[in-house]
């Protein structure tokens, strides 16, 4: 059974750092690309960015670049996404979501699979 599960959220100050984790279970990460999403109240949930198969990252959103990461672990079967200089504007709930497909997709209908999401609270 294909399972991911997100944690490392929580509260933080603007301008700090978090590390969300995403596990996954049932499957071999690595296999699959890898969507990190995100959800704030009253919007849509928007693609932030994504590892390809083949190691390829991109970015779907620009206030993210400079920022935010994405990396995976082979032996944990798990993928990370570091977050530093939070701002309030990155209060959402994030999620990270897979798929077989070998490119990049910032389109949640591309993505077959989802955690439950993990919420983050940018705020002093």
């Known amino acids: 059974q294909v399972q991911l599960v997100e944690s490392g959220g929580g509260l933080v100050q603007p301008g700090g750092s978090l590390r969300l984790s995403c596990a996954a279970s049932?499957?071999?990460?690595?296999?699959?690309?890898i969507g990190w999403f995100r959800q704030a109240p009253g919007k849509e949930r928007e693609g932030v960015l994504c590892?390809?198969?083949?190691?390829?990252?991109?970015y779907y959103t620009n206030s993210v670049k400079g920022r935010f990461t994405i990396s995976r672990d082979r032996a944990k079967n798990t993928a990370y996404l570091q977050m530093n200089s939070l701002k309030p504007d990155d209060t959402a709930v994030y999620y990270c979501?897979?798929?077989?497909?070998?490119?990049?997709?910032?389109?949640?209908?591309?993505?077959?699979?989802w955690g439950q999401g993990t919420q983050v609270t940018v705020s002093s």
């Open positions: 979501a897979t798929s077989t497909s070998i490119g990049c997709s910032e389109y949640p209908r591309d993505y077959a699979y």
């Open positions: 590892i390809s198969i083949n190691g390829g990252i991109t």
């Open positions: 049932g499957f071999t990460l690595a296999n699959y690309r």
